[in-house]
T-cell receptor, first 113, second 111 residues
């Protein structure tokens, strides 16, 4: 029972490098999300996809892009990484917009030097 | 805008002590309220929720009551265990797709 799977779990980048975080869910959920978690700041929404084919900005979208590849997969791309993007990134999904319960992956810890 | 404020941690308790973690919210309407828990090295998971005023959510001995008059959703447990050591997040969802989280409260329970 995989749920939400994120890769990679750990990554170290140099400033200016690019990378993509991958996320896949096997629960047939419609909505998917990317959050970042920083100490003392809780989780902040980067981007979300309410349904296949749509994406929207969250609270902190600058420096990121996303792709909803299909219903299962939602990727997050850093085109030119900056030290301020050092964080733990979580992908989450939910069946419908209004049920509320989010299902999270285990997180991806990214360090930008 | 909508926001969630929860008590700062860390909170350190002895096993079998009573736990309260305070949470208050600001929202223009009637949000659904949640508590999520994050164990070390894991993602968040739903602990309990309440969708309307005076609802009580409960799970694993934890409880929280949706208080509209005080805009609060405090988390309580009568007797904590070492295994309850984790970070607890209060959250709200109102009128759309975006769940808003508080900053999190770390709980340490000593044997």
């Amino acid at each position: 029972n995989a749920g939400v799977t994120q890769t990679p779990k750990f990554q170290v980048l140099k400033t200016g490098q690019s990378m993509t975080l991958q996320c896949a869910q096997d629960m047939n959920h419609n909505s998917m999300y990317w959050y970042r978690q920083d100490p003392g700041m809780g989780l902040r929404l980067i981007y979300y996809s309410a349904s296949e084919g749509t994406t929207d900005k969250g609270e902190v979208p600058n420096g990121y892009n996303v792709s909803r590849l299909n219903k299962r997969e939602f990727s997050l791309r850093l085109e030119s990484a900056a030290p301020s993007q050092t964080s733990v990134y979580f992908c989450a999904s939910t069946l419908t917009d209004f049920t509320g319960e989010l299902f999270f992956g285990e997180g991806s810890r990214l360090t930008v030097l | 805008g909508d926001s969630v404020t929860q008590m700062e941690g860390p909170v350190t308790l002895s096993e079998e002590a009573f736990l309260t973690i305070n949470c208050t919210y600001t929202a223009t309407g009637y949000p659904s309220l949640f508590w999520y828990v994050q164990y070390p090295g894991e993602g968040l998971q739903l602990l309990l929720k309440a969708t309307k005023a005076d609802d009580k959510g409960s799970n694993k001995g934890f409880e929280a009551t949706y208080r509209k008059e005080t805009t609060s959703f405090h988390l309580e447990k009568g007797s904590v265990q070492v295994s309850d050591s984790a970070v607890y997040f209060c959250a709200l969802l109102f009128g759309g797709f975006k769940t808003i989280f508080g900053a999190g409260t770390r709980l340490f329970v000593k044997a």
